[in-house]
């Protein structure tokens, strides 16, 4: 299922970004959906995952300033970011996971000038 990641840009620091992944088609049998992070030279990092169920995580460094959610009708994941961070520079990946499948966007940068 390709995944097409958009959103990211250029903000100051106190700005937002709302980051979008369309999925090609349904995104309602995915059970984990999530945005994930890539310093360079560093492994890949979870930021937020939702579940089919509901239920979220989000790592410690974006809590209250960042929001995740779908809308299935638009095979659609989205990543609000609010109040962002010079150190939220980075690539920003979405996921999806059903069964033993995992399917990644291409990334979508974003930096933040202080």
């Known amino acids: 299922v390709p995944l097409q990641a958009s959103g990211g840009g250029l903000v100051q620091a106190g700005g937002y970004l709302r980051l979008s992944c369309v999925a090609s088609?349904?995104?309602?049998?995915?059970?984990?959906l999530g945005w994930y992070r890539q310093r360079p030279g560093a492994q890949r990092e979870v930021v937020v995952t939702?579940?089919?169920?509901?239920?979220?995580y989000y790592t410690d460094s974006v809590k209250d300033r960042f929001t995740i959610s779908r809308d299935n009708s638009k095979n659609t994941l989205y990543l609000q970011m609010n109040s962002l961070k010079p150190e939220d520079t980075v690539i920003y990946y979405c996921?999806?996971?059903?069964?033993?499948?995992?399917?990644w966007g291409q990334g979508t940068q974003v930096t933040v000038s202080s």
């Open positions: 996921n999806m996971k059903r069964g033993v499948h995992s399917y």
């Open positions: 088609g349904s995104i309602f049998s995915f059970i984990v």
């Open positions: 939702t579940t089919k169920e509901g239920n979220k």
